[in-house]
Each structure stands twice: as structure tokens, then as C-alpha cells.
């Protein structure tokens, strides 16, 4: 009987040792694997890959996924878990990977139902709801922005000061939303109100992302100023966190400085001063600076040359204005002298085209910055009247009149001359060409005797015997 129990005895211990030795091979490529992510994240993937596999009711990530309930500590494993979908999320470059990601994501927020870790739920929320953005999924990304606003959310409905980080970061996903199906009304009032959350300490390049969407907003509303501040904040911010999106912020930057027609250089501050010689940047530093010198070849050069730049859908939106405001800039400076050119002329010395030089004008013309001009379409000719001459030939014959009305009062009518005297002095001044006009046109003789000169106010004559208005000798 106890040679029975013995071996009983001896068969359990030796099926409990098999037993501890299973568990110990998993628990020691758990800890193997945790050991060496830090320095080789693709093989402590496969050992955790592997850990499933040694047991044989378990598989695949949900089975991982299941140690979280008692395994491992809830802080740890929630670090685990971000750490394995943020490498996963940055491996993925193709559609296929797209929709591995997203069957991890859901696995993952599946296996948390049965958890109270709402931290962690919250985070990976967040993570499929960026993947939807990325892949402009706006059906799947709305349902899941308003299921993230109401977990963040008390029930009375207010936002809830302990999650003011996460409701930044759900306000950033929901604003880059619409502002990429161009949703203004809707944009605005979410950036005004993440704007006033002061509950969270948020990561600096989410309040990048906020500001960059606040900028094109007023950009695209002409607030220029409004909209350089924020693209400036948004570069700040981006530049802070280390993110690469802090160059292509930079061009918007320097693109608003153009359309406010700014003179000051945007690379003068000390946070973009050293990104002046970025050759990431020279482009846009090479253009700001030709707009500012009214510079349209040297202008036009440049961005012939740097066609990457309109490769940004931003960029070459509002290109556009910039290039019509200097060219419009330049077809002033070109005409001013000429009162009739050719729209050829004008599209060769600017390096336009003739359908534009004539819709600039058309718009010069309409806006009163271009009065009296008119454009001949069948000769394509531009002619634009001059009044002022006109003016001023009609004020130089009422000035004749008035001091021949003068004479006669003085002169004639008086008793200081005699007649023939006053008529001899009025042909003589009109031979001296005081008030003549000539066959080439209007003739601004010198009125001699008039104006200046020793005999100021005096008028002198051969025939005079004595001043005008005094008793002359006879």
C-alpha cells in the first residue's frame, strides 16, 4: 500500500515538476523578451509572440492580450501594450498594413471590456481614431470622436478637468477633420473652445496640430494676421516637440508674411533665424525675399524652379495670389510712363502671358486704379487719356482772359496809355508767345515780363513811355 502511494506520490510530483517546467519556460521567454525590447524591439516581438504559442489553449495577440487581467501589473502592461502598437504603427506603409493595424486596434479595445483600465482604453481609442484620419474614413472617425467626447466627459455633460489632456487630443483629430473636408463653421468653434481648455498640460505638437488647423482657417478667411500668429505658435510648438512638421509650417509661414504684403522678413525672429540656410527652407526664403525686392523675373525663376513647393495642395492654393499680386505690382511699375502700349510689349518684358497681362489690366481698370483706359481687343493695344494736360490748357486760357480783361481796364480804359500803345503792347506780348498754342500742341511759353526777375510785376514795353498805371508823356 505504500509502495501504491509512493508511486501515486512520485507520478504527481513528477507531473507537477512537467507542469512548473511548461510554466517556466514561458515565464522565462516573457522576461527574455522583456529584457532585450529596449535594444531589439523585433526580437523581443517575437518572443512575445512566442509566449502564446507554449500554451496550448492560448494563441495569437488576444491571447497576449490576456495578461493584462492578472499577469503583469496594469501600469506595465499598459506601457507594454503602447509601446508594441506605436512600432506596429510606424511600420505600416501600404493598405494591407492599414487594416492589420486596425485589427489590432480592435482586438485590443475588445480585450479591455472585461477591464476597468479606461486610461488605457482612452489611448488606443485614440490611435485607431488617427488611422481612420489618415486613411479619410470620416463615417468610422465621427462615431468614434463622439464616443471618445463622451468618455471625456462628466455626466452632466461638461468636460472633465482629469482628462483635459485626451479632449485636446480628440479635439486635434476632430479639427484636422474638418479642416480637411473644409468645414470652416464647424472648425472654428471647436478651435475656439480647445483653445480655452486650461485643465491639461497637452503635448506640444498637439497644440501644433490645433494652431497649424487655426492658421489655415484664417488664412482662408484673408484674417492675415490672425492666421500668421497662429502658423508662428504652430511652428513654436512643432519645433519644441521635434517634429518634422515644423518645416512645412515654416513655408506657410513665409507664405502668409507674402499675401499680407509684409516687408518684414519672417525669418528675423530668433526661433526661425536658424532655419534661414535650411536648404529645406531656401526655396521659400529665395521667393519671400524677391517679393519683398518687387523683383517679378527673379520671382517667377524661382518658382519655376521649385516645382516641390506647389506639391503641397496648401501651397498651391495660395500661390496664386501671391504671383497675381506681384505681377499685378509689376504691370503698374512697367506702364506708368506710357500712355499707349501694346499687350504684347508688356507680356515680353514680364514674362507672362497675354490672357493674363489683359485680365490684370481688366482688373486695374474696374478697381479705379487705372482710369481712362481703354483696351482694344482687335488691335490689342491699351490707350489710356492724359486730362491734366487738358486741364491745364483750359486754367492757362482763362488766366489770358482774365489778365486780358485786366489790361483793358488798366491800360485801355484808363488815361495812362493811349489806345494804339495798348493794342501795339497786346501784340507784341502775343508774338513773345505768352499765351499761344502751337501747331505740336499746347505751347507753355515764358510770359516775359511776368514772375520773377528784376522788373517782378512790371511790364516792360518799347512803345511805353513811362509805367503801367502812371501818367505816361505824350
Not at 525669418?267 to 524677391?290: G, H, W
Not at 523675373?297 to 496664386?320: M, S
Request: charged share 30%; hydrophobic share 35%; with cysteine.
Amino acid at each position: 500500500m505504500c509502495a501504491d502511494q509512493a508511486s501515486r506520490y512520485d507520478f504527481e510530483y513528477e507531473d507537477a515538476d512537467d507542469d512548473e517546467s511548461g510554466d517556466i519556460g514561458i515565464e522565462n521567454k516573457y522576461y527574455n523578451a522583456k529584457q532585450i525590447k529596449g535594444d531589439n524591439p523585433e526580437e523581443a516581438i517575437d518572443e512575445f509572440l512566442g509566449v502564446p504559442a507554449l500554451e496550448q489553449d492560448k494563441g495569437e495577440w488576444y491571447a497576449l492580450l490576456t495578461y493584462v487581467k492578472s499577469a503583469v501589473t496594469r501600469n506595465y502592461s499598459e506601457k507594454s501594450i503602447n509601446n508594441m502598437l506605436d512600432y506596429i504603427e510606424k511600420g505600416a506603409e501600404d493598405e494591407k498594413a492599414y487594416h492589420c493595424m486596425e485589427k489590432f486596434y480592435s482586438l485590443t479595445l475588445n480585450s479591455f471590456q472585461s477591464t476597468n483600465n479606461e486610461r488605457l482604453w482612452l489611448k488606443t481609442s485614440i490611435k485607431l481614431a488617427r488611422l481612420w484620419l489618415e486613411r479619410k474614413e470620416y463615417g468610422q472617425l465621427s462615431k468614434k470622436v463622439r464616443e471618445l467626447h463622451r468618455a471625456c466627459q462628466r455626466p452632466d455633460g461638461t468636460d472633465d478637468p482629469a482628462k483635459g489632456t485626451y479632449s485636446l487630443e480628440v479635439y486635434a483629430l476632430e479639427i484636422q477633420m474638418y479642416a480637411n473636408t473644409r468645414n470652416n463653421k464647424r472648425l472654428k468653434a471647436l478651435y475656439q473652445k480647445a483653445l480655452k481648455v486650461r485643465s491639461a498640460v497637452p503635448h506640444p505638437k498637439i497644440m501644433g496640430i490645433i494652431r497649424e488647423c487655426g492658421g489655415k482657417m484664417h488664412l482662408s478667411e484673408e484674417n492675415w494676421k490672425e492666421a500668421q500668429s497662429d502658423f508662428f505658435e504652430s511652428f513654436r510648438n512643432y519645433d519644441e516637440a521635434g517634429s518634422i512638421q515644423r518645416i512645412q509650417v515654416l513655408k506657410y509661414l513665409v507664405l502668409t508674411t507674402m499675401l499680407m504684403k509684409s516687408n518684414i522678413n519672417p525669418f528675423d525672429s530668433q526661433e526661425t533665424k536658424p532655419y534661414r540656410n535650411d536648404p529645406r527652407i531656401s526655396a521659400m526664403t529665395d521667393l519671400v525675399d524677391a517679393f519683398q525686392r518687387d523683383d517679378i523675373l527673379d520671382y517667377e525663376a524661382i518658382l519655376q524652379k521649385n516645382q516641390d513647393l506647389l506639391a503641397d495642395p496648401f501651397i498651391a492654393e495660395n500661390i496664386d495670389e501671391v504671383s497675381r499680386t506681384m505681377r499685378t505690382k509689376a504691370v503698374i511699375k512697367l506702364i506708368a510712363p506710357y500712355t499707349r502700349f501694346s499687350l504684347d510689349f508688356v507680356s515680353k518684358q514680364l514674362n507672362i502671358s497675354v490672357p493674363e497681362v489683359q485680365e490684370i489690366l481688366s482688373f486695374l481698370i474696374l478697381d479705379g486704379k487705372l482710369q481712362d483706359a481703354k483696351i482694344d481687343q482687335v488691335t490689342g493695344t491699351v490707350t489710356i487719356e492724359q486730362h491734366h494736360d487738358s486741364e491745364r490748357i483750359a486754367a492757362l486760357e482763362t488766366w489770358a482772359s482774365e489778365l486780358n480783361k485786366m489790361w483793358e481796364m488798366i491800360s485801355i480804359q484808363g488815361d495812362g496809355f493811349r489806345a494804339d500803345d495798348g493794342a501795339r503792347m497786346m501784340s507784341s506780348m502775343m508774338e513773345l508767345g505768352g499765351f499761344g498754342i502751337g501747331p505740336g500742341g499746347p505751347g507753355f511759353g515764358s510770359l516775359r515780363g511776368f514772375g520773377g526777375g528784376p522788373h517782378h510785376g512790371r511790364l516792360r514795353h518799347a512803345g511805353m513811355k513811362g509805367k503801367a498805371g502812371g501818367r505816361g508823356n505824350r
